[in-house]
């Protein structure tokens, strides 16, 4: 059945809605918003702020730590949902060892500035190699970066580092759900989505060919091709998982 509702778009860390711009594009005719997660430092606290101004029922996307946000939400809230997107997304908890790599980071940021923090140590990662040369992109996610600024960073930071491990939780979750991952991604590698596919009843999956971390920026039309085809009619989405050639 078709997913109906509005699209609600959580952007990942460092990013505004411009990340999720090339991608809303391609979905003509469907209400999107792009709400922040940058108000509070723990996914709980983001879930709460997200519910109370999303509409009653809608179907949620998240992209990075939006999708951690995501997957508080659909945890906390699943009557809410009429379907869950999962875009580069971890679905773990966060190994104690990284705390202090991660508040690391932030001080370093502060310290040098967010913007030239992220190119020197983020952009190589963020992306597949063909994208890297990429002059437009880079300046987009910089920013990105720069607007969202320090604090919000260091908030986004304690969320990373303070996320529940949500496959279990995703055994008991009804609503269709679209794990989708680029198959070059380094942050979020592809065997990330494919462990939210066997954990969760009713999902489909799809590994994007040539796609880094941000997908939503580098593939668009790559990305909206399969979430075009989850919201639109289709006979079933229950235990599908496919993988594009």
Same mark, same amino acid.
């Given at each position: 059945?078709?997913?109906?509702?509005?699209?609600?778009?959580?952007?990942?860390?460092?990013?505004?809605?411009?990340?999720?711009?090339?991608?809303?594009?391609?979905?003509?005719?469907?209400?999107?918003?792009?709400?922040?997660?940058?108000? @509070? =430092?723990?996914?709980?606290? !983001? /879930?709460? $702020?997200? &519910?109370? #101004?999303?509409? *009653?029922?809608?179907?949620?996307?998240?992209?990075?730590?939006?999708?951690?946000?995501?997957?508080?939400?659909? @945890? =906390?809230?699943?009557?809410? !949902? /009429?379907? $869950?997107? &999962?875009? #580069?997304?971890? *679905?773990?908890?966060?190994?104690?060892?990284?705390?202090?790599?991660?508040?690391?980071?932030?001080?370093?940021?502060?310290?040098?500035?967010?913007?030239?923090?992220?190119?020197?140590?983020?952009?190589?990662?963020?992306?597949?190699?063909?994208?890297?040369?990429?002059?437009?992109?880079?300046?987009?996610?910089?920013?990105?970066?720069?607007?969202?600024?320090?604090?919000?960073?260091?908030?986004?930071?304690?969320?990373?580092?303070?996320?529940?491990?949500?496959?279990?939780?995703?055994?008991?979750?009804?609503?269709?759900?679209?794990?989708?991952?680029?198959?070059?991604?380094?942050?979020?590698?592809?065997?990330?989505?494919?462990?939210?596919?066997?954990?969760?009843?009713?999902?489909?999956?799809?590994?994007?060919?040539?796609?880094?971390?941000?997908?939503?920026?580098?593939?668009?039309?790559?990305?909206?091709?399969?979430?075009?085809?989850?919201?639109?009619?289709?006979?079933?989405?229950?235990?599908?998982?496919?993988?594009?050639?």
């Amino acid at each position: 059945m078709q997913r109906k509702g509005t699209l609600i778009m959580l952007p990942g860390t460092l990013c505004d809605e411009r990340v999720f711009a090339p991608l809303a594009a391609l979905l003509p005719g469907r209400e999107i918003e792009c709400l922040p997660i940058t108000g @509070a =430092a723990s996914a709980p606290a !983001l /879930a709460r $702020l997200v &519910l109370a #101004a999303a509409p *009653p029922r809608f179907v949620l996307a998240g992209f990075s730590l939006g999708g951690i946000v995501a997957l508080e939400i659909a @945890a =906390a809230a699943p009557e809410r !949902l /009429a379907g $869950l997107i &999962l875009i #580069a997304t971890n *679905p773990n908890a966060d190994p104690p060892a990284n705390a202090a790599p991660r508040r690391a980071d932030v001080a370093q940021a502060r310290t040098h500035g967010v913007a030239a923090f992220v190119r020197e140590r983020l952009w190589p990662r963020y992306v597949s190699g063909a994208s890297r040369e990429d002059a437009r992109l880079q300046e987009l996610i910089l920013d990105m970066a720069e607007s969202i600024g320090i604090e919000a960073f260091a908030r986004q930071t304690e969320v990373a580092i303070s996320r529940a491990d949500s496959l279990p939780r995703l055994a008991s979750l009804s609503v269709p759900v679209l794990a989708l991952s680029g198959e070059a991604d380094v942050i979020c590698p592809p065997d990330l989505a494919r462990s939210i596919a066997r954990a969760a009843p009713n999902a489909t999956l799809h590994i994007i060919p040539g796609a880094g971390h941000f997908i939503p920026l580098e593939a668009p039309q790559a990305l909206a091709a399969p979430i075009t085809a989850w919201l639109d009619p289709v006979p079933s989405h229950i235990n599908h998982a496919e993988e594009l050639p």
